[in-house]
């Protein structure tokens, strides 16, 4: 009886013994296995299968980051994606998410009202996509901003857009807003304006009224502010020179650097 206690009471011990024997083994043979992987061992068709996996491991955290930043928040259909061209200007998007490029640059999606109708007759949207430039910084998630369309592919259902300060002549009225006269945040509505057409888009005109933020960056401390005048406020009378059909009573047509009076209908200083 006391052989059979002294094995029972010995055998956890030795149990516990086992265990860490084999794990050690275990954390051996892993060390050793990591140590002797050098992807310059590896065949041609293995590299390929390695390089396959990687690629798939990032989109999918790709996706994650992409779809953990998207918001609810879309505008309404407006714009049939093959009816734009370069130039035109989306005056109301929404940034939808943020993603990462191959070269490991921040991108944006946004929503800017544009469809494309499929077969069925029903409308699909088509998210347009802004690239970094290195020059100014993405908006953030949710901001909605003014896009120029850039690149138009409707047989892709692709659209690539730009910011206004990435074309030529809004670098104009940049170079004159030190003589700006008007701060976003004291106009009211019904102040009347005198300000001149910069551009001129299907949906209507972009307006130099003299208007600015302030900021605290860069080397200016003052950002222009264009006026967006709407198609649909446009007096009777009164067409545009970017209108493919012009009604029979329209009499004068508004021309990029016309001077124009305007009245403030609405004033959305934290849109900029």
Known sequence: SSSSS????????????????????????????????????????????LKKREK???NSKRKAISSSKRVAVRPQLQFELSSLNPGDLLA???VL?????????????????VYRQLPDGTKKRVDARLKADGKAPLPA????????????????????????????WYQKVVEDVEQ?????????????????????????ALLDVGAYMEK???K???????????????AKNVGSAADAVRSSSVVDVLQSNDRIDVYVRRVLPSNG
């Open 92 to 94: 109301t998007a929404v």
């Open 216 to 218: 605290t960056s860069s």
């Open 97 to 113: 998410r943020q993603y990462t490029g191959k070269n490991g640059t921040l991108n944006v999606y946004l929503d800017a009202g």
């Open 6 to 49: 002294s094995s029972s009471s010995s055998s956890p011990a030795s149990t516990d013994g086992i265990y860490a024997a084999r794990l050690a083994r275990r954390r051996s043979a892993s060390q050793r296995t990591k140590a002797s992987f050098q992807p310059e061992s590896l065949s041609r068709v293995e590299k390929k299968k």
């Open 141 to 168: 998630v949710g901001q909605r901003v003014s896009l120029i369309v850039h690149r138009v592919q409707p047989s892709a259902a692709r659209l690539d857009v730009k910011t206004m300060t990435q074309t030529s």
């Open 220 to 234: 200016s401390s003052r950002r222009p502010v264009l006026a967006m005048l709407m198609k649909d406020h446009f």
């Open 180 to 204: 700006a006269k008007w701060e976003l945040s004291t106009l009211q509505v019904g102040h009347k304006l005198s300000g001149t057409i910069v551009k001129l888009v299907p949906a209507g």
């Open 56 to 58: 798939t491991n990032s």
